[in-house]
């Protein structure tokens, strides 16, 4: 099997395209089996590059059988690392660019790779470009118009939905934050945008990115609150439970939210995204601008509302947090506003 198996991985670099694309086709199939991937994997260093030259060189169907080998292998960590190290980062941006328009399964399939390899360190950095200034954030910003022009309501055919996930693991680095952040590059108010969708990959991918960046509030407050009429319904209408509000209540509100508020709804069923919609206010309200933003659009009421009926222990927990901190500083601080607004 051992012999076989090398002969194999010498078929990928065959100078014939038909013997070429057969090798891929039956490596494909080996890395979707266990015995099939321990043994790609105990062969790594030539079976690496191999599919590399072959995702980069070929068209048609031996690109994409090469590219779904890829996706299998880097489930594994430290393959992921060894990939990046190869290059496989910027392969696989490259073959996007210029073949995915024609050959959108092998965009599908480069962008899960791209998922795998940004879950290890080194590829968020190949991703970010980390250390050249002129390019850092050009591979970013070609997700990002991606992920935002090509949004779909059947899943089978959002070809680009994936990206989420990809944002969502650059976000979990500063840097990676502070690309999405910066104001005259617009990212996070774009991919806010997507929250939209009813694709749910979409929505959560969003929800982690935007609860993500928050971690930076207490440096980015005013770059978060620059992009506020798209933040709050985001964070805020997940949260807001199915009741249709009070005329009272939604004069308090952003026209936004407040249309949305004004008659039944469907309910956000994926707790995770309630959730970190949570986490993202959590952070946001523990700066005193940040507080002050949320007030202004009855954010209080808002969760007030949402807890009634939330019933899932961990989203309890996350709005209790947020009442505790308002306790101790927002009531009291909207109480004084009160007082001095009084002739």
């Not at 991985?9 to 057969?22: E, K, W, Y």
């Not at 945008?193 to 749910?200: A, E, G, K, L, P």
């Not at 936004?256 to 309200?285: K, Q």
């Not at 949320?294 to 989203?315: C, H």
């Amino acid at each position: 099997m051992a012999d076989e198996l090398d002969e194999l991985l010498d078929f990928l670099s065959n100078t014939s395209p038909q013997v070429r694309g057969a090798a891929a086709d039956i490596v494909r199939g080996l890395t979707g089996d266990g015995d099939g991937l321990r043994s790609l994997a105990a062969r790594a260093d030539r079976a690496l590059p191999a599919l590399l030259r072959l995702l980069a060189s070929a068209g048609g169907g031996a690109g994409e059988a090469a590219a779904d080998s890829l996706v299998n292998l880097s489930q594994d960590a430290d393959l992921a690392a060894r990939l990046v190290a190869l290059g496989a980062v910027a392969a696989a941006m490259d073959v996007m660019v210029k073949r995915g328009a024609e050959q959108p399964k092998l965009a599908r399939s480069l962008v899960m790779l791209l998922v795998n390899l940004t879950q290890v360190e080194s590829g968020i950095a190949a991703l970010l470009q980390v250390g050249d200034e002129k390019v850092q954030g050009l591979y970013v910003a070609k997700l990002v118009r991606s992920f935002c022009r090509s949004s779909s309501d059947s899943e089978d055919e959002d070809i680009f939905e994936h990206i989420a996930s990809i944002l969502v693991n650059i976000s979990k680095v500063e840097a990676g934050r502070r690309v999405l952040m910066e104001p005259k590059r617009g990212f996070l108010k774009q991919i806010i945008r997507q929250f939209d969708s009813t694709n749910q990959l979409r929505k959560k991918g969003v929800a982690g990115t935007i609860r993500n960046c928050c971690f930076e509030a207490d440096t980015q407050i005013q770059n978060l609150l620059s992009i506020a009429e798209y933040l709050w319904p985001a964070l805020l209408l997940p949260v807001a439970g199915k009741k249709i509000y009070s005329e009272e209540d939604r004069s308090k509100m952003p026209l936004e939210i407040a249309n949305a508020l004004s008659h039944e709804r469907e309910a956000v069923d994926d707790s995770e995204i309630r959730e970190r919609a949570l986490e993202a206010i959590y952070m946001i309200v523990m700066q005193d601008d940040g507080r002050k933003a949320f007030w202004s659009v009855n954010g209080p009421r808002i969760l007030e509302v949402g807890y009634e009926d939330e019933e899932d222990l961990k989203v309890v927990g996350a709005y209790e947090l947020i009442g505790s901190l308002l306790v101790g500083k927002g009531e009291i601080e909207q109480d004084q506003e009160q007082v001095e607004e009084k002739p």
